[in-house]
């Protein structure tokens, strides 16, 4: 039985469902069904989750709270939706704080309860149209992994034969490598003919790369690494797929560039590996109405994995250190008694965040500001906080980029570390001033330095 409460009531016709793999718990206000049913038990099945929400419209209720458990709560989350019930999807961490609640039935009346009191904040969820981009290229994602995989398996069929070929070409499964590679699933053993397919770009001769392809051939061998090149050109195959399915949902975006021209690219040399198919680059550009790649570290893959994970409404967060802080990329506040127990970055597992880390771990030899900041974090801090840092502020500078429609201005390191000197100036003589000193600067000179005897 349920405790009366006296807090006052937020949301007074909200329900609660408690998510299983088998069957949903629905709690209702107390009353609210006409057979006096508070709590219902619903199988997963289409017709079932049909008649819950049938229930709920009986029930007049009019948001709903849920638990997001697995993906069994996606089917319930769209039928709920199309109905027109505002629902919410709770984090489970927020609702377990109170012990010896731990049935079906009790959890879906603390649910129930706590989002009637308007304790329950519902969690970010994209729009329809980028929900349906984030599945595909989640799909490219998942593809790209196991792909991975069978290079691996190529790789290891190549050392077990003693075919150095990894020694020689930056890229096994480049175009020298998957040259030679198909030569030898097709017959040919003799290194020098093997050598001479090298592309013209390769860095090492003939001679080098045949030296490197004298190996003992087995058949158990030759048939795993054959096997290894079918299955990576299948997973190639439906990457392609993937692709045109991602440029024709891009395709379906409202034009937002407002007739603004696309500006030069800043990469130089042909695509990066794993690149899409298509011109992403303008398609994230008409759909945006600003060109991410323009950010040092960001690549079209990073900027279409970023807008597909938080989509191109920034204002569902209020500033830019409230979309910093759902990423998990601020430090954290943990005080008590006045003292700080510990700063590190809340554990969260976001897609985004990973993006702008893997964004920032680009940075280590780029001549600009954000390179010129990274380095010098991982001077300070050590690489990992230094990832931390400057994906934090990649991360607020998309925020703006997205909200505002503004331009990137690029920054160069000699400018970085100009500004960088002001400011350390300027801390220097409000420091003087604070304890009666005035900061003055020293005469220029080549004896600046040196030792007095």
Known sequence: MRQPSTLPQITPHAAGVDIGAHSHFAAVPPGADPQGHDVREFETFTADLYALADWLTACAVTSVAMESTGVYWIPLFQILEERGFDVRLVDPRRMKHVPGRKTDVVDCQWIQQLHSFGLLDGAFRPSADIVLLRGFLRQRAMLLRSCAQHIQHIHKSLEQMNLKLHLVV?????????????????????????????????????????????????????????????????????????????????????????????????????????????????????????????????????????????????????SEKHFASWLGLCPGSKVSGGRVLSSRTKLCANRAATAFRLAANGL??????????????????????????????????????????????????????????????????????????????????????????
């Open 170 to 318: 930056s890229n096994i499964v480049g175009v020298t490598g998957l040259r030679i590679i198909r030569t030898i699933l097709a017959g040919e053993r003799d290194p020098l003919k093997l050598a001479a397919l090298r592309d013209r770009r390769c860095k090492n001769d003939v001679a080098t790369i045949a030296r490197a392809l004298h190996g003992h051939y087995r058949p158990d061998l030759l048939f795993a690494l054959r096997q290894a090149v079918e299955l990576f050109d299948l997973y190639q195959t439906k990457v392609a797929e993937c692709d045109k399915e991602i440029e024709a949902v891009l395709a379906s975006f409202d034009d937002a560039s407002k007739g603004k021209t696309l500006p030069p690219s800043r990469r130089k040399g042909g695509a990066y590996r794993n690149a899409p198919a298509f011109d992403a680059r303008s398609a994230l550009f008409r759909i945006s109405g600003t060109d991410l790649t323009r950010v040092e570290g960001i690549d079209t893959s990073i900027a279409l994995t970023v807008i597909s994970e938080v989509g191109l409404d920034m204002r569902r967060w209020p």
């Open 364 to 453: 280590h030899n780029s001549h600009s500001a954000l390179g010129a900041f990274f380095r010098r974090k991982k001077a300070q801090l050590g690489t990992p906080k230094a990832i931390t840092a400057t994906a934090h502020k990649i991360a607020r500078l998309v925020y703006r980029l997205l909200r505002f429609g503004e331009d990137y201005i690029q920054v160069g390191e000699e400018e970085y570390e100009r500004r960088h000197r002001a400011r350390t100036v300027r801390s220097l003589e409000r420091r003087a001033h604070s304890l009666g000193f005035v900061l003055h600067p020293a005469p220029a000179g080549p004896d600046l330095l040196a030792v007095p005897a």
